[in-house]
């Protein structure tokens, strides 16, 4: 059962470069959510998508766009790639968009922006 | 905005000794509090977690305590071993809009010695 898989694991890029970081749940969950993690910043919401076909900013939103191809797959792009936005980068899913609902978290993306 | 204060922001225990994590919220919509914890390289993952409706859950060797007129609560980790040695972060969720993400407290980071 591999719940939540991210890819890249790693990546550097150069200021002004575009990637896409990928996500991918077989959980069959309904919501899907972008963090990013900082060192002394907790985790700070980017994007979601409360269901197949919906997305919302979060608090961070600047800078990124977000994809929900399908009901398994929340994509995240960096358009024009900023140091900083060097962080570490969490999808996480979970069931449904309630309030008791735990929320699954993939091993995360390491990327610096140099 | 940070709508959950987390402290402290760094824990050393001795082996056997007891852990206290503090979060303190200000919304008072928010009605689901977990409590994730993360190791190094990983993603976080649910610990424990507690609604408003009762003052105390206990899971083992973990405990949270709610204080609802004070708008604040708590992780106890009983006889600490090595191996719970983590960052810790508290969280807080609401219902309906926005509110049903999760909104993070900024970690603790915990060494237990032996």
């Known amino acids: 059962n591999a719940g939540v898989t991210q890819t890249p694991k790693f990546q550097v890029l150069k200021t002004g470069q575009s990637m896409t970081l990928q996500c991918a749940q077989d959980?069959?969950?309904?919501?899907m959510y972008w963090y990013r993690q900082d060192p002394g910043m907790g985790l700070r919401l980017i994007y979601y998508s409360a269901s197949e076909g919906t997305t919302d900013k979060g608090e961070v939103p600047n800078g990124y766009n977000v994809s929900r191809l399908n009901k398994r797959e929340f994509s995240l792009r960096l358009e024009s790639a900023a140091p900083s936005q060097t962080s570490v980068y969490f999808c996480a899913s979970s069931e449904v968009f309630t309030k008791n609902t735990e929320a699954f978290f993939g091993q995360g993306t390491r990327l610096t922006v140099v | 905005q940070q709508q959950v204060k987390q402290s402290p922001q760094s824990l050393i225990v001795q082996k056997g000794g007891i852990s206290i994590i503090n979060c303190a919220y200000e919304?008072?919509?928010?009605?689901?509090f977990p409590w994730y914890q993360q190791f190094p390289g990983k993603g976080p993952a649910l610990l424990i977690a507690i609604r408003p409706d009762v003052s105390e859950k206990k899971e083992g060797r973990f405990t949270i305590s709610f204080n609802k007129s004070a708008k604040q609560f708590s992780l106890h980790i009983m006889d600490s071993q090595p191996g719970d040695s983590a960052t810790y972060f508290c969280?807080?969720?609401?219902?309906?809009?926005?509110?049903?993400?999760?909104?993070f407290g900024k970690g603790t980071k915990l060494s237990v010695k032996p």
């Open positions: 919304n008072t919509a928010f009605d689901y």
């Open positions: 959980m069959n969950h309904n919501s």
């Open positions: 969280a807080a969720r609401g219902y309906g809009g926005s509110q049903g993400n999760l909104i």
